[in-house]
């Protein structure tokens, strides 16, 4: 993963008008990841906003849903640094907006798999820290929306057995 991220940085550098807007945003996604992964939280916070300005200036829902995914990952980095009420509100913001904003309800419209592996997945990684840091009952409420939205339209959940088997080792946390 460390080549990949290096690897990316590098070419996304070296080829800077070459590379579409969205692919660059992808790029410092998985660097924020990996960042993540790193417990760098600082660094993954400034790669997700780095990939926020390439949806900022678009206007159409088509064009704009990857800043959910992206400001989900911020709120997490947040937390990780200890911004706990100003990480919380930002996740507050998201999860609205994955329902509400035109973004959002383009997205669940157009792609529902992506909108709720997205959704529950800033629900799931954020529950985590809460129940890691006493606060069991905001997880929970969490966890709970997670849970109701991982099933597709026709009712299949097997899709998202992923995201179900990370729901279930958080219930596990709960004390």
């Known amino acids: 993963m460390k080549k990949s ?33 790193k417990n760098q939280p600082k660094k993954s916070e400034k790669f997700y906003h780095q990939g926020l300005e390439y949806f900022d200036s678009e206007t159409e829902p088509e064009n704009r849903y990857h800043r959910l995914e992206l400001l989900g990952f911020i709120s997490f980095s947040l937390l990780k640094q200890g911004k706990k009420d100003e990480g919380i509100k930002l996740m507050n913001q998201v999860l609205d907006d994955y329902d509400q904003s035109p973004e959002g309800q383009w997205l669940k419209e157009h792609d529902y798999y992506t909108w709720a592996v997205w959704k529950s997945g800033v629900e799931i990684r954020n529950s985590e820290y809460l129940i890691n840091h006493s606060d069991s009952a ?29 729901l279930d080792r958080l219930r596990t946390l709960i004390h």
Do not use: C, W
């Open 138 to 166: 905001m997880a929970s409420t969490l966890m709970n929306d997670a849970d109701s939205i991982l099933k597709m339209p026709d009712g299949n959940t097997e899709i998202f057995n992923i995201r179900i088997g990370e």
């Open 5 to 37: 991220a290096s690897g990316m940085e590098k070419y996304q550098e070296e080829h800077q008008t070459d590379i579409s807007p969205v692919m660059k945003a992808r790029n410092f996604r998985f660097m924020g990841r990996f960042a993540d992964y």
